[in-house]
């Protein structure tokens, strides 16, 4: 049973169970999992570590299946696509940002969100303008022609936000996106995730044990030992109301007035789009 209606739901995971197999042991690890997240929110999973947060964000991600139950995501019944429509699935509506960013070292910043439009077939004119405006929005178009060996931790994880956006996903999956920067750049990235959640309606699910995020959530879950063992909601909250770190985001863009401007610029619906 869902605590919410179906229809405010991008993904739910319905009496989900996981096991891993190490030689002839089966390892528990999700043990009957019910959980709906809500569209256009921030929700965060905690939860010791062992207890189970990267595989249920890898099922909600698609990017495995479970053993028993059910794993709905945009609406579909992830049961009803063979292997590689789940991965055509995946690629439309699912971005990802991992803690350790996963970009492709040789591949320049722009080749890097360029590279999911690529697989995508998109023509190269409207693929450039669109990378330009991803980098533009994520502070870092100066930096287009670096190597991620080139660019800090946190300008890393900002190419690893604008690739994981370049599809126009319905949801991003982020396993602990700030575990590997400082406090300061960490704050930064959430600031600039949320920018892109409000202004965008993108739902974020993150895996984190960083407070700056868990204060930005709108609904944390909390996972013990594969299980669920509370869900928290804020009530009847506004996706985005946390002010508080909207100011962050000036400071991720360095004060670069052309990256302001263009940031305010950018109109609110269409985004991406020439
Ligand atoms: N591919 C795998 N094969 C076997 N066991 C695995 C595999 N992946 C995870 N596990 C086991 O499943 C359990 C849950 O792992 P998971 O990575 O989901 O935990 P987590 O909550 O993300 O932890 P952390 O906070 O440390 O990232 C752990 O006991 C882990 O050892
Ligand atoms: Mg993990």
């Not at 989900?16 to 999992?33: E, F, I, Q």
Request: hydrophobic residues 45%.
């Amino acid at each position: 049973m869902s605590d919410i209606d179906p229809a405010d739901a991008v993904a739910s995971l319905t009496d989900v169970v996981k096991s891993y197999r190490m030689d002839a042991v089966t390892v528990p690890v999700l043990r009957g999992v019910n959980l709906s997240v809500r569209l256009g929110h921030f929700t965060v999973v905690l939860g010791p570590s062992g207890s189970g947060k990267t595989t249920m964000l890898n099922l909600l991600g698609c990017i495995d299946r479970p053993d028993e139950g059910r794993v709905v995501v945009a609406g579909v019944d992830i049961a009803t696509l063979d292997d590689d429509e789940l991965s055509d699935f995946r690629a439309e509506n699912i971005g990802f940002v991992f803690q350790n960013f996963n970009l492709i070292p040789v591949l320049s910043a722009f080749e890097n969100v360029e590279y999911p439009l690529v697989l995508a077939g998109m023509e190269p004119a409207r693929r450039r303008r669109r990378v330009m405006r991803l980098l533009e929005a994520v502070g870092l178009e100066g930096r287009a022609n670096n190597l991620p060996g080139q660019l800090s931790g946190g300008q890393r994880q900002r190419v690893a936000i604008a690739r994981a956006l370049a599809r126009k996903p319905k949801v991003v999956i982020a396993d602990e996106p700030t575990a590997n920067l400082d406090s300061k750049t960490g704050a930064a990235i959430i600031a600039l995730m949320r920018w892109m959640q409000q202004k965008f309606h993108i739902s974020f699910i993150f895996s984190s044990h960083d407070s700056s995020l868990i204060k930005a959530a709108d609904d944390l879950i909390l996972l013990r030992d594969g299980a669920i063992q509370s869900v928290r909601r804020k009530p009847a909250s506004v996706p985005g109301d946390n002010a508080e770190l909207a100011g962050d985001f000036d400071d991720l863009i360095d004060g670069d007035a052309r990256g302001s401007r263009s940031l305010k610029a950018l109109p609110d619906t269409a985004w991406l789009e020439s």
